[in-house]
């Protein structure tokens, strides 16, 4: 959803699995959940990320990818409009990691310790990590972003990930900018 020149993120904002079936983000959970539970002898990663796209008006996607460490994946988009063209790269990239910021945001203490209680008191926290992607890489013109928007979310208690680890943000999210 955008709200003015931000987007904003709350248990009920809508999102898309890859079955093409919308949930609201406590349903997402709610899957993100039962992936986990279908196998508690894998590790998971829990990514999320922003991409977007700029035409006459600026399309954004946020992503949640589940990846179960060798063994697949599962998804959840939420695509956003902004109804102007967003020409500025500063601009771009911060609204793209203020989208994860806020999508990251509603993984709370409670959720995060409800997915690790999945797997139960006799495996510790080592079964699933959590990554927050940022579509910036060392090559071409966001390499000058890098300090900013990597400090910025450092700042809020997230660990980031840039290109080519940014996977969530750089080809997940990438791949649903340009097909929704």
């Known amino acids: 959803m955008v709200l003015g020149n931000a987007l904003q993120f709350d248990g009920n904002t809508l999102f898309r699995s890859l079955r093409n079936e919308y949930m609201t983000f406590e349903e997402v959970f ?6 986990i539970k ?23 996607v946020s992503c949640i990818h589940v990846h179960r460490i060798g063994k697949g994946a599962t998804g959840f988009l939420h695509k956003s409009e902004l109804q102007r063209p967003v020409k ?3 601009e771009k990239i911060y ?9 990251a945001y509603l993984f709370d203490e409670d959720k995060i310790n409800r997915i690790y209680s999945v797997f139960g008191t006799n495996k510790r926290k080592k079964g699933v990590s959590f990554e927050f992607h940022i579509d910036i890489g060392r090559r071409g013109p966001t390499k000058a972003l890098i300090n900013e928007m990597v400090g910025m979310v450092k700042g809020l208690n997230f660990i980031p990930k840039i290109k080519p680890d940014s996977y969530c943000a750089s080809c997940f999210a990438d791949k649903y900018t340009k097909a929704i």
Do not use: H, M, P, W
Not at 95 to 103: K, M, P
């Open 30 to 35: 709610e899957r993100i959940i039962d992936f």
């Open 38 to 60: 279908a196998d508690l002898n894998s590790s998971y990663k829990i990514s999320v990320g922003t991409d977007s796209q700029v035409g006459s008006k600026t399309v954004f």
């Open 88 to 90: 500025s790269l500063r």
């Open 95 to 103: 609204l793209e990691t203020c989208a994860s910021l806020q999508l």
